[in-house]
């Protein structure tokens, strides 16, 4: 799969974590962003915003930005960021990672976005890495390698192939009967498409104890993260910080 048809995955669409996922990224991602110095933050594949405004809102000296690849997530998220305080201190964008471009940051924050993003990940990594200023950190929250997330990836890539309006019929009825209560109808359907969409990489032992460190990427906290859908791939977070690679 290229990169202009992953992107046409998303084009159109919006995604939001839920609120206490949302939370519980913030909280982990603040305990690793300085409180007492301008600090620069990038959200990678951002959603509606939700996590941009909250670090930009417990952070009064931060300048967050958020990137997304959809411009429906990006149009959201501009809403979000209207009726936040920290408006001023926010900015967002469409586009697409791996084509973006800007001075590097202090911190850098993504949560269930680098699994969706197609290429080498050797290549991604060396990207995140030369995206953060020496000494900064890189707050990832990303399935990881475990039964349970491999079963997913074999179900999702075996979907792919039988793709039908009956399989997405079965599948909303399904996402309706685990979460018709918390989600509206549109949510409901725009999801329909994650369970098309098996992962590019999952964190596993090479990525973590290979891949990062070659690239310049140190792990220096590791946190679980709690399932809020059976239907979802397990998720950890990872910190990792910008040091010089060791080759
Ligand atoms: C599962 S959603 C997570 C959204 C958000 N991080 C959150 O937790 O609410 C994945 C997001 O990644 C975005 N995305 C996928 N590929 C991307 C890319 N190459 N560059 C930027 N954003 C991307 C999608 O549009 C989508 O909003």
Redesign the pocket.
């Known amino acids: 799969m290229t ?1 202009a048809d ?2 046409l995955d ?1 084009s159109g ?1 919006t ?3 839920p609120p206490a ?2 939370a519980r ?1 913030a909280a982990l991602a603040l305990g690793h962003i300085p409180d007492h110095r301008h600090v620069r933050v990038l ?6 915003g ?2 941009v405004v909250r670090i930009a809102e417990a952070r009064p000296l931060a300048q967050v930005s958020g ?4 411009l429906a ?1 990006v149009r959201a998220a501009e809403h979000a960021r209207a009726s936040s305080g920290a408006a001023p201190r926010i900015t967002f964008e469409q ?4 084509a973006y471009r800007a001075v590097p940051f202090d911190a850098i924050v ?4 680098l699994h ?2 197609p290429g080498d990940t050797r290549a991604l990594l060396n990207r995140i890495a030369s995206d953060l200023q020496p000494g900064g950190v890189f707050v990832c929250g990303m399935p990881f390698d475990c039964r349970y997330n491999r079963l997913f990836a074999l179900i999702r890539g075996g979907l792919r192939h039988v793709r039908s309006p009956l399989v997405d019929r079965a599948i909303l009825f399904a996402a309706r009967a685990l979460h018709g209560r918390e989600m509206d109808a549109r949510s409901l359907r725009e999801r329909i498409d ?1 369970m098309y969409m098996p992962p590019t990489r999952m964190l596993d032992r090479h990525m973590r104890e290979r891949l990062a460190p070659a690239a310049g990427l140190r792990v220096v906290a590791q946190y679980p993260m709690r399932s809020t859908s059976p239907s979802q791939l397990r998720h950890n977070v990872t910190v990792f910080e910008r040091v010089a690679p060791v080759v």
């Open positions: 990169a992953r992107a998303f669409k995604c939001s974590a996922r949302s990224m959200d990678i594949g951002c959603g509606t939700s996590l990137i997304d690849i959809s997530n586009a697409d990672y791996m993504s949560d269930g976005v969706l993003i994650y």
